[in-house]
Structure formats: C-alpha cells, structure tokens
C-alpha cells in the first residue's frame, strides 16, 4: 500500500470524481454505475457510464464518453442491455440510449429523439417497451414565439409537464398515456409481474406545491388504461410493488403521516380491485431509525436503507410481521441502493471515513466488495483522523456527531483552533464517511490545520420521526444548543480553543451560522453558505415555501404580526452581531433565493459589521462551475485563517 504523503489540494477536491446511480443486473452478475467528474475544461461536470462484475472477477469497463453526460442507466430484464441517458447527439438534449453488451464489444445505439429531451426511464417487463417521462415537444406556435424573442412566462405555466410515454423499441413509436391529464408525473414502477405501472404524480412542476399533492395512480401499459388510487403524503417517493399471500402491495416514502417537517416513514398501500383508494398504513411507525431508501426486489420483498446516528442499516421487510428486519449495519452513509431480481445480491454507494465514495457490491446482508475506485489519486492523502463523538443535549437527550483532528496532529496537542459545520436540511446528517465535498469540506479545513467538529442536532435524520419533527416552527432552539453543547464538550476536553472558534454551513446550516453570530459572540468567524436569513421572506419565495412557513413558524400573510417567523429569523438579531461573516450564495438559487443573501448583507452593512459578500453567477443552490469551487474553497479557508 502505498504512504500517504501528501496534502490535500482544493483542484482534488473540486475534480473528485464520484459514482452514482448504480444498478446492478437482474441476473446478479453486473453493475453499471454512472461516475460525475468535473472536465477541467470549465462549466459543470461531465458523466459516464461504467460497468462492472458484481464479484469484482474483472475491472469495470467505461462504456460512454465523459463528454456524452451519459447517466441513468438501467437494465433490461434479460441482463443483456443497459439503457441509459445521454445529451450526445445532434439535439443536444438528454436521449434514450441502449448498449448491448456483447462480450467485450459494447455497441450504443440511440432510441429517442424527442425534441426537450428525456427525464427519466423504467424498461418493462417483456423487454418490449420503456416507460419514458418526457415534457411536450415544443408546438409550431412555441417555436414562433422564441423565434420572434417572446420568451414571457406565464407563472404557474412556466415549467414543463412532464408526461409518462411509452416508447415501442421495435418500432421507435411514442405513445402518450393521456388518462393522467396534466399532472405531472415524477416516478414509474411496473409491478415485477408485468401487472400495472405504479405512477406517482403532483398536480404541478413547481416544488411547492407539488411536493404536497401528490398522488398514485395505476397504469395498464398494454392500454394505458389509468386507475385513481389517490392522495399519498408529503415529500412522498420510491413506490415499490411487493407480494404477500397472492396479494400485492404498493408502498412508498413519504414523511410521517399528519405532518410537514418530521422523518420520513414507509407506507404502505394495498390497492383496491376497483375503486378510489387503498388502505395506507405505516411500516415503521415507532422505529428509532430513518428510512433513506426502498428498493423493488422482483421476486421477494422489498429492501430499505435507514439512517441510524451515524451509520446506515440496511433491512428487509418481514411480509408476515409487517415490520422491517435489520440484516447488516455499516458506518457512515449507503446510497443508491440496488438489487437482483431474486434480491440475494446487491450493490451500493458507499464511502468510509477516509475513503470517498465508491461502488460496493455482495451477497445481502453480507460484506460488500469495493468495485470501483474512481479517484485513485486520494490514496496518497494524508487525512485528519475522524473520531466518532457521543454527549448529550442540556436538557439530557443523548446526541452524536464527529470529529476531524488537523491532519498529522493528535487530541494531546491541542488546543486547536475549532470550526464547527452545520449541516443543511435541517433534515439531514453527517455520517462517518469521509468528509470531502466542495461545501462542508471538513478534511480541506483540517488539511490547513483546524479541528473541524460535524454537528449532528435535532432536525436531522438517524434519530426517529420525534427527533426530526421538533424544529417545526422552532428553528434555532434545541438545535442551537445541542450544537453548543457539543462544542462546549471539545473546549472542556482541551481539543478546540476557545479563544478561535468558528461556524460554518450551506443552506440550513448557513442559516445556523448566521443564527449563531446573533446570539452569541464566542465566535471568531462565520460562513454563511446560501442561508435564510428571514424566514417570512424564505416562504413567500423559495421553492419549498410550504416546508419553510412550517419551519419558521409563520408567514407573512399571516395578518400584521407579531410573528413567529420573525423571533426565528436573524436578520432580527443583526444589531447584535460582532462576528465577521464571509456570504456566499449562488445567483440563480431558487431554493433559497439570492434576496436572502442581499437582506444580510445590507443589515450588516447598516450596522457596521465587518463581512464579504460573494454571488456565483450561473449557480443554483449548490456550485457546480470548477472555477467556482476552487474560490469557494480557498475562500473559505482565507477567511478562517484571517480571524481564527
């Protein structure tokens, strides 16, 4: 094994190349996955589409340029043809693509050319058929109009539709499932019989409010005959068809049941032979862990992920019991779970505390083989050790969160100046994978010598629906100070000073950072990262308005006030704030939109304290350009270094 010798650079962590989107054969035998790198040619980053034997018997295979953006890749039901997606060709726009792996000669041929390009795909049952989700093409009287520059938007009309089609392959016709009018559709399943597609829809584009009112539907693909099996809740997602005793069932994701902001649970529905609805019911009500994934298995039941504190589990339902099973546990974070047919095999994305993120695959509920190894170059870092903490909340709630020690130093030569992360969300989490991206990029900081503390408050995900739910319309309380008392934890222990402090985060943990300089000036220097700072303003205007109003409490049309919203925000605290605070934030973010950015900014300008304040031009929520990355990175790092 190679020394690890060197030090981290801000161009490995903006070119890390990273692989998504696996999906493992259904004979059990392959595994294709997609890896997303920056080119280093500027603009955002490329894909690829790989392949590998799932028994790591041979090296995987690049099947697709980078250049193509090719991804989502999906197989056939013979195990013989990968589909995937690509924007290589002459539209431009993303295509459906077939390769037919013959040996070692990998042939791709495209199946589609619809002009707006095609979302997302499901091969059927047959190996006839593929289930497409592609908006309208433009109409002539479109096109006329963006010929003359007539390019007004009608809100409420101003994204696409997206529709489910059904593509022909041995003709290449396209045929239209009109029963579904202009919902629009987001997720398709066929039941592994070659039964009905389970269709999940919102009655609009738009985040908010389509994450509220989505619904399910039946679609015969022989007919397209569409069956109404209603509303489903909240943020709801990956509906899965399984069987018990000749009858099947239909569950899915969606927050727990009766609320807004809390941890999302599985549900499950049986459908009625005729009628409207179908019996729901929650799988793991009660249980103390976070489901984050639920997986189709064809010929058994369904596989789940969940979140547990800092690692991830992964379980099976029990048809007779009605609950889910535990069958391994593995520290830090799995992903894009995926399963052969018989589900006795599968694979995932998965990253240790000093390896990053990488394809793994083996018998279910048994040890995982790494399969690729997308960034070589990482073997010669040097990390900072990652250590696992555990302290409780002031009021006894028991807590965890990780630290990450300045690399080559140990806890016996601190005090080390400290920086704490927050993570977004807030229903969200740092595990104990390897903290390495261009936003909360723990090992960067520690690289430059900080101790870096990853807080894991209540909000987050790991901990049950309870320990989620209670920052609806109390952001920054318990939160707040679980974070300090974590911190409080490192300076008593002797790991961090506390004479140089800071806090850092994006999105939510932006608005925590900014938070915190408004209630206490422990801290030397803050980031605030595409934060909220007024949530009254956040509700009325970022894409997840409804999810906002029940996070800050309130809105702004809620009458004169006072408001609740207001005594959450911190644009109301800003006359207190000592702390100097560099801001960054994405022009074109619509999640929490760049009048965030502006509103602090001028406060603080009005009251004299001592800030930076940097817009991405293209950007949205997250920075995908790499010359931005590299600023965002070295920025960030300037900043700690001039205050800490």
């Known amino acids: ?13 903006a070119d890390l190349a990273v692989p998504v989107a696996a999906a493992m054969s259904p004979d059990g035998r392959l595994v294709a996955y997609s890896v997303v790198a920056n ?36 197989w056939a039901p013979d195990s013989a043809v990968l589909f995937f997606t690509s924007e290589s060709g002459e539209r431009g726009s993303s295509q459906l693509w077939r390769i037919r792996l013959y040996g070692n000669e990998d042939l791709a041929e495209p199946l589609t050319d619809w002009r707006g390009g095609i979302g997302d795909h499901c ?104 069956q109404e099996l209603g509303p489903v809740g909240v943020e709801a997602r990956s509906p899965v068809w399984w069987q018990h005793d000749g009858e099947w069932h239909l569950a899915h994701v969606a927050v727990t049941p009766g609320h807004v902001i809390g941890a999302p649970a599985v549900i499950d529905t049986v459908p009625p032979a005729t009628g409207p ?13 976070c489901p984050t994934e639920l997986v189709q298995v064809a010929d058994g039941p369904p596989l789940a992920l969940f979140a547990d504190g800092l690692d991830t589990a992964l379980y099976r339902l029990d048809p007779q019991a009605l609950r889910f099973d535990r069958l391994s546990c593995s520290p830090g974070t799995l992903a894009g779970l995926t399963a052969s047919r018989s589900g006795a095999a599968l694979a995932v994305v998965a990253s240790t505390a000093h390896g990053p993120k990488n394809v793994h695959a083996g018998l279910t509920g048994g040890p995982l083989r790494r399969l690729s190894d997308t ?20 009021d006894g709630l028991q807590l965890d969160g990780l630290l990450i020690l300045p690399v080559g130093r140990t806890r016996g030569e601190g005090p080390f100046p400290l920086v704490t992360l927050v993570h ?12 390495l991206s261009v936003v909360d ?16 408050p209540r909000g987050g995900s790991g901990h049950g629906h309870d320990f989620a739910a209670v920052v609806a319309g109390a952001v920054g309380g318990d939160e707040w100070t679980d974070i300090l008392a974590g911190i409080d934890l490192l300076v008593a222990e002797g790991v961090a000073d506390p004479e140089r402090l800071g806090i850092s985060g994006w999105s939510h943990g932006g608005f925590m950072a900014a938070w915190a300089v408004g209630r206490t000036d422990r801290f030397k220097a803050a980031v605030m990262g ?115």
């Open 530 to 644: 595409a934060g909220i700072s007024d949530w009254g303003m956040q509700a009325g205007t970022g894409d997840w308005a409804a999810t906002d109003a029940a996070l800050g409490g309130s809105t702004g049309w809620n009458g004169p006030g006072p408001h609740t919203h207001d005594r959450n925000s911190p644009i109301s605290y800003v006359s207190r704030i000592r702390t100097p605070i560099l801001i960054l934030h994405g022009e074109e973010d619509t999640n929490v939109p760049l009048g965030q950015a502006v509103h602090f900014h001028r406060a603080l300008r009005h009251f004299g304290v001592e800030h930076e304040f940097v817009v991405y031009p293209r950007e949205g929520h997250g920075l995908y350009e790499r010359a931005h990355q590299l600023d965002a990175l070295r920025r960030v790092r300037a900043w700690c270094d001039r205050w800490l």
């Open 424 to 435: 977004g969300g807030p229903y969200f989490r740092f595990a104990d994978e390897l903290a």
């Open 123 to 226: 091969p059927l049952a047959g190996g006839r058929t593929v289930a497409l989700l592609a908006a309208d093409e433009p109409t002539a009287e479109d096109e006329r109009r963006a010929a003359e520059g007539d390019d007004a938007k009608v809100w409420g009309r101003h994204l696409p539709v997206t529709r489910l089609r059904l593509l022909d392959l041995a003709t290449g016709a396209v045929r239209t499932v009109d029963g579904l009018g202009d919902r629009h559709v987001v997720e398709v399943t066929q039941r592994p019989d070659g039964g009905p597609l389970a269709v999940l829809s919102w009655a609009t584009p738009e985040l908010d409010p389509g994450v509220m009112t989505a619904r399910l539907h039946l679609v015969a693909p022989a007919t397209g005959a569409v």
């Open 39 to 74: 080119s280093g040619r500027g603009g955002g980053p490329d894909s690829s589409v790989w392949v590998a034997a799932a028994d790591g018997s041979a090296a995987p295979r690049r099947l697709t340029a980078g250049t193509a953006r090719a991804a989502a890749p999906k």
């Open 375 to 394: 960034s070589p170059e990482l073997h010669r870092i040097r990390w900072g050790v990652q250590e696992r903490l555990s302290y409780r909340a002031p």
């Open 277 to 289: 609805t179908g019996e729901q019911r929650s799988l793991t009500a009660g249980m103390s862990v």
């Open 1 to 13: 094994m190679t020394d690890s010798t060197e030090l981290l650079s801000a161009e490995q962590v």
């Open 441 to 456: 990029c723990g090992q960067w900081l520690a690289t430059a010598g900080y101790a870096v503390f990853l807080a894991n």
